[in-house]
């Protein structure tokens, strides 16, 4: 594999101060400084043989031609909170988005807006994180750009990410292709990112330490498909948590939702912080979970292959698609009620992904 070019220090005059430098203008203004920023600080972070050509674009293929496509940008705040941050979540956040189609995530593009006196030290450590996550998730970051806007004009640092997978699965998986009588599976507890993003914001204090779930779903999603069932539609959950997911699902499809309270997993520390807050669970962000939907039939065989790999040992099946051309997403109570679990109507969480 071809190394990242290394320029000598004569060519800047002298090095990028790591520990003490922030982020300036001349940083983004095409010039020289942007050069050191790249070669210096970005670049050597995802060696690859793409990226080391440095050009404006990277020629890449894809064997099968079939190609999947996402894009999404990054604002959390804080930048850091416990179990992750925004170099992890940008790359995991596209990684999954690709992987919940059927198909294997293959490369990033990476665009970094800087705010003028964003330090390097920190920059530093969010490239290092996309680093390490993009190994781990097996993707590579083979293009990318940094802008740098002027001081009070973001928020130290925005990340836009997109992703380009290999399809594996056949047919695509699709919302459409959900249909009345399917079985809708959870991989695990939700809640558990917004509200260790909104803890680490507002520094609440709990008495068990709350983290976010981020991780890839890659070898969940590969799981899923060959288990061999008949897998209709994946998703993962993000913003809006899994009522979101849900009815952009029923609404795509023409279907309602019928879920079970009681088999809808809820870590107790999450709950307890919902309780506090006033928060439903259910529409709370995660970073690290999936909800798939397969023929009844299937679901104990998908939900064994779920559970036998890492990240899915908490799934469980949380209820049916229901026939409903008005796209009800209803939930079954403890107390033997029914509940809407509508969109989300305000800003419950702003700023977790």
Not at 140 to 164: C, P, Q, S, W, Y
Not at 182 to 189: F, Q, V
Request: hydrophobic content about 45%; aromatic content about 4%; glycine content about 12%.
């Amino acid at each position: 594999m071809a190394s990242l070019p290394r320029p000598p220090r004569a060519r800047f005059g002298r090095s990028l101060d790591l520990r003490r430098g922030r982020v300036e203008m001349l940083h983004g203004n095409g010039g020289m400084a942007s050069a050191q920023l790249i070669e210096e600080l970005i670049a050597p972070a995802f060696d690859n043989p793409w990226l080391a050509r440095l050009d404006d674009q990277a020629a890449l293929e894809i064997p099968s031609g079939r190609l999947v496509l996402s894009t999404d940008s990054h604002v959390v705040t804080p930048i850091f909170f416990p179990g992750g941050d925004i170099g992890s979540l940008a790359v995991y956040g596209t990684v999954n988005d690709v992987a919940v189609g059927g198909a294997t995530p293959l490369y990033l593009s990476v665009g970094l807006i800087l705010e003028e006196g964003f330090p390097l030290a920190q920059l530093d450590r969010v490239v290092r994180s996309m680093a390490r996550a993009g190994r781990e998730a097996g993707v590579a970051l083979v293009t990318g750009d940094t802008k740098v806007v002027e001081r009070g004009h973001g928020d130290g640092i925005f990340i836009n990410t997109t992703g380009i997978g290999e399809r594996y699965a056949a047919p695509p998986l699709t919302a459409g292709s959900v249909r009345p009588g399917d079985a809708i599976l959870l991989s695990g507890p939700v809640g558990d990112h917004g509200i260790a993003i909104l803890a680490a914001r507002e520094e609440l204090s709990f008495e068990t330490t709350l983290e976010s779930d981020v991780a890839p779903l890659t070898p969940l999603t590969q799981a899923v498909v060959a288990s061999g069932a008949a897998i209709r539609c994946m998703r993962d959950l993000t913003r809006g948590g899994l009522a979101a997911a849900l009815n952009e699902i029923a609404h795509a499809s023409g279907t309602g939702m019928m879920l079970d309270e009681a088999a809808i997993p809820v870590r107790e520390p999450v709950r307890g912080a919902c309780e506090l807050l006033g928060l439903d669970p259910l529409h709370v962000a995660c970073e690290g979970r999936l909800v798939a939907f397969c023929a009844a039939t299937d679901a104990d065989q998908v939900l064994r292959a779920m559970r036998e790999t890492p990240g899915g040992e908490a799934s469980t099946r949380v209820g049916e698609v229901i026939d409903d051309p008005r796209g009800f997403v209803q939930l079954q109570t403890g107390l033997g009620g029914l509940r809407m679990i509508d969109w989300i109507s305000g800003d419950q969480l702003p700023r977790i992904c």
